[in-house]
């Protein structure tokens, strides 16, 4: 999984980025014109899986990933015209699975106004911006071939312009693509363009120290309900509220020292937690597990996802020579002990391709290639 932090300068969105990945980059490089995008990689913790290592003694634990990218800011001298992002920015935030925007809800002595409504309102407006430029281009592309080709190729043209003439519907209304439904074949296509509205979108409110950010993210909430229409509930952005400065500075903290300054603050949760959890509910994302004397790994699958793909995330060869999957829930295994256990109290099941993967599954795949 892949995601990409967006925001104003001034916003604190390296300094949430360090928090999210305990790194120490420089929170003035965008600033000074030093800019590059920083990157880190960073696991997803998970006590299921370390106490399925614990049980079995694994060798070797593996964590599933995160990578996170903090690219540029938004420009404010650029925003409404549709090249407030820049092509940079764009560049790195398209090929991501998920975008974080941090909105500003401090007050210091930079001398930037404190207005997360408008930051928040402004950032919506240059993602639907830049989709409709994109869109806009491709289909003037489209219309130029259509007057010029006949037959199937035509009306295979024609059918993607009609696609995107109901993005650009969509777009115009100031409402995000993820909300829009299309079809299995209209997904495939629309896909390809990596759209950032058609991501999904965590908000992510910078407050001072002591501040939970409730007023704000109820007013930030019904700003987006408002813009989006009748977009479902699953299309509108998630909104979390922390404060970067404090999140940062405990998170380069010994792991040992950061339970005591968790509770100081009254935390219950790192931050960084609590983002990977909303990114994996917003992206459909979930965890199973493989287990064995030699390692211990979790996998990281959409939500629906059958076994016989399941098998692929591990290995392509266990996808190929697919037979069946030996499976049992976590929490079964755990309390039994052992796989021979786990087997005498029928909590070890035989499932086939089909079988559609539970978040917390163990499972071993038999396969012949």
Same mark, same amino acid.
């Given at each position: 999984?892949?995601?990409? #932090? *967006?925001?104003?300068?001034?916003?604190?969105?390296?300094?949430?980025?360090?928090?999210?990945?305990?790194?120490?980059?420089?929170?003035?490089?965008?600033?000074?014109?030093?800019?590059?995008?920083?990157?880190?990689?960073?696991?997803?913790? /998970?006590?299921?899986?370390?106490?399925?290592?614990?049980?079995?003694?694994?060798?070797?634990?593996?964590?599933?990933?995160?990578?996170?990218?903090?690219?540029?800011?938004?420009?404010?001298? $650029?925003?409404?015209?549709?090249?407030?992002?820049?092509?940079?920015?764009?560049?790195? *935030?398209?090929?991501?699975?998920?975008?974080?925007?941090?909105?500003?809800?401090?007050?210091?002595?930079?001398?930037?106004?404190? /207005?997360?409504?408008?930051?928040?309102?402004?950032?919506?407006?240059?993602?639907?911006?830049?989709?409709?430029?994109?869109?806009?281009?491709?289909? $003037?592309?489209?219309?130029?071939?259509? $007057?010029?080709?006949?037959?199937?190729?035509?009306?295979?043209?024609?059918? $993607?312009? !009609?696609?995107?003439?109901?993005?650009?519907?969509?777009?115009?209304?100031?409402?995000?693509?993820?909300g829009l439904e299309v079809?299995? /074949?209209?997904?495939?296509? #629309?896909?390809?363009?990596? =759209?950032?509205?058609?991501?999904?979108?965590?908000?992510?409110?910078?407050?001072?120290?002591? /501040?939970?950010?409730?007023?704000?993210?109820?007013?930030?909430? +019904?700003?987006?309900r408002k813009a989006s229409?009748?977009?479902?509930?699953?299309?509108?952005?998630?909104?979390?509220?922390?404060?970067?400065?404090?999140?940062?500075?405990?998170?380069?903290?010994?792991?040992?020292?950061? !339970?005591?300054?968790?509770?100081?603050?009254?935390?219950?949760?790192?931050?960084?937690?609590?983002? *990977?959890?909303?990114s994996y509910d917003a992206?459909?994302?979930?965890?199973?597990?493989?287990?064995?004397?030699?390692?211990?790994? !979790?996998?990281? *699958?959409?939500?629906?996802?059958?076994?016989?793909?399941?098998?692929?995330?591990?290995?392509? +060869?266990?996808?190929?020579? =697919?037979?069946?999957?030996?499976?049992?829930?976590?929490?079964?295994?755990?309390?039994?002990?052992?796989?021979?256990?786990?087997?005498?109290?029928?909590?070890?099941? #035989?499932?086939?391709?089909?079988?559609?993967?539970?978040?917390?599954?163990?499972?071993?795949?038999?396969?012949?290639?």
């Open positions: 999984m892949q995601i990409a #932090l *967006i925001g104003f300068s001034k916003s604190g969105k390296t300094t949430v980025f360090n928090a999210l990945t305990g790194a120490n980059a420089e929170v003035s490089a965008f600033a000074t014109g030093k800019a590059k995008t920083h990157r880190a990689v960073v696991e997803v913790p /998970d006590t299921r899986l370390d106490r399925l290592h614990q049980l079995f003694q694994s060798k070797k634990l593996v964590h599933a990933t995160v990578d996170y990218l903090d690219p540029i800011g938004i420009r404010r001298d $650029q925003v409404g015209h549709g090249a407030s992002l820049g092509e940079d920015m764009l560049h790195t *935030i398209s090929t991501t699975d998920a975008l974080v925007a941090v909105i500003r809800a401090f007050e210091d002595d930079s001398g930037v106004e404190c /207005d997360p409504e408008g930051d928040l309102e402004t950032i919506f407006l240059e993602l639907v911006l830049s989709d409709l430029a994109k869109v806009d281009t491709r289909l $003037q592309r489209l219309e130029s071939q259509i $007057q010029r080709i006949g037959g199937k190729d035509r009306q295979s043209l024609e059918y $993607q312009a !009609a696609i995107l003439k109901r993005l650009k519907e969509t777009l115009e209304a100031g409402r995000r693509i993820l079809n299995p /074949d209209e997904d495939r296509f #629309l896909r390809s363009f990596q =759209f950032l509205t058609a991501k999904p979108l965590l908000v992510v409110l910078n407050t001072s120290e002591g /501040d939970t950010g409730e007023a704000h993210l109820a007013e930030l909430q +019904d700003r987006i229409g009748d977009s479902p509930e699953s299309a509108l952005p998630r909104f979390i509220a922390l404060c970067g400065r404090t999140e940062m500075e405990i998170a380069q903290l010994p792991s040992d020292e950061r !339970a005591v300054f968790l509770e100081e603050y009254g935390i219950k949760e790192p931050g960084a937690f609590r983002i *990977i959890r909303v992206l459909g994302l979930m965890s199973f597990f493989t287990v064995a004397p030699n390692e211990a790994h !979790a996998w990281t *699958i959409h939500r629906g996802t059958p076994a016989l793909e399941a098998a692929g995330a591990v290995h392509s +060869d266990m996808q190929r020579g =697919f037979i069946r999957a030996q499976v049992t829930p976590w929490e079964d295994l755990l309390r039994d002990g052992s796989f021979a256990e786990a087997k005498k109290h029928a909590h070890l099941r #035989l499932e086939g391709k089909e079988y559609i993967v539970q978040d917390g599954d163990v499972i071993e795949i038999m396969f012949s290639v």
